[in-house]
């Protein structure tokens, strides 16, 4: 398998999954992507766009209506030229399904009360799902790079 990387994902942040990649010969090349983080060239249909944790998708789509339209509009474009787009949220700790985020609490809101907290950020992502091509899915961060594997596999029947 080959896997194409958008080349704004910093390489720091991603050293586990190249490494894990590497440890199961997955070929990989940085190039820039139209829409998510990560595509396996021989299906162009499917995009996984990786995020670090719950607070990082809540900063996308539940801390101002700029970054929410920011985000949907890259979820729209990837859409209209026939691309799902998979949110892969790296966030462990026990969340493993969209529901699960239901259960979220916030960080922000000691500091800022009316910061987003779960149930408002999985209303944001459910709507986004039922309206889009779109999928949620996370993960614990040791897992990311079996998990963008087991997505974009050649013999994955979608």
Known sequence: MIIQIDT??????????LQDFREHDVKFY????????????????????RKQNLSEICGN??????LHDRFRDEIIRANDI???VIVLIEHG????????????QNPRIKNHPKA?????????LHTMCQRYD???ILCDKEE???????????NRGD
Do not use: C, H
Not at 93 to 100: R, V
């Open 61 to 66: 789509v539940g801390s101002s209506q700029e």
């Open 116 to 124: 987003t907290n779960g149930p408002k950020l999985y209303k944001i």
């Open 30 to 49: 940085s190039s820039k992507l139209y829409a998510g983080d990560y595509m396996n060239p021989k299906k162009p249909d499917i995009v996984i766009d």
């Open 82 to 84: 026939g691309v799902k």
């Open 93 to 104: 700790e026990g969340y493993k399904t969209l529901d699960d985020i239901k259960f979220w």
């Open 144 to 154: 990311t790079g079996a998990k963008i594997r087991e997505l974009l596999d050649d």
């Open 134 to 136: 779109m999928d949620v």
């Open 8 to 17: 704004r994902e910093k390489p720091k942040a991603i050293q586990k999954i």
